[in-house]
């Protein structure tokens, strides 16, 4: 089988970043096995595992499975979002739904239903060559603590209602962009301010 050319698959990357709606559709007729895609990451949310600018290659493969660990493409709020798997779930209200983390973040997104799954990330362009993504970077024991308490506030309302959970998340979201703000308004003020100045 003949491999695409690389611009065959940055035009595809770019269409699918252009309009994430219609991502969906094209990803579906083009799954085969050894097809992909290539795109670039924006973004801090997936650091250290992706730098901003960074390449990456997401498999077109036809019927996935993704689980815990797995590097994902998927279509929410009409754009391409690239994270990491957290949990997959398997039963009743849960199931056919992902909760998925950024590496850098410590709020799951909302649940994504697999449908909206363009693919996994199978490689980053590093020194030349294409490399799997790494494992999820160790953070501080502050920072793993409220990772851990979200992701089972993420995974237990998965179980009742994915909306609701969807509901949640994004007013935990707002309230942690809230405070990142509040903390870099303090930090901005505080090196503005003079030595000695109360």
Known sequence: MATPSPDLLDAVGRL??????????????????????????????????????????????PGPRFEAGDVVAFVAHERVVVHRVAHRGRAAAA?????????????????????????????????????PPGRLPRRSLR??????????????????SPRATASALTWMHRVAGAIREALARRGTRRSVEPPGAA
């Open 95 to 131: 199931r056919g739904y992902l909760i998925t983390l950024g590496d850098a973040t410590l709020v799951p997104d909302p649940p994504v239903a697999e449908g909206h799954v363009l693919g996994a990330v199978t490689g980053v362009w590093l020194a030349g060559r294409w490399t």
């Open 16 to 61: 699918l970043r252009a309009d994430p709606a219609r991502a969906l559709a094209v990803a579906g007729s083009l799954r085969a096995p050894g097809r992909s895609f290539e795109s670039t990451v924006a973004g801090m949310s997936m650091w250290p595992t992706f730098a901003p600018a960074s390449r990456i290659r997401v498999a077109l493969v």
């Open 143 to 160: 920072a793993s603590a409220a990772r851990t308490l979200s992701l089972a506030v993420a995974v237990g309302g998965l179980h009742v």
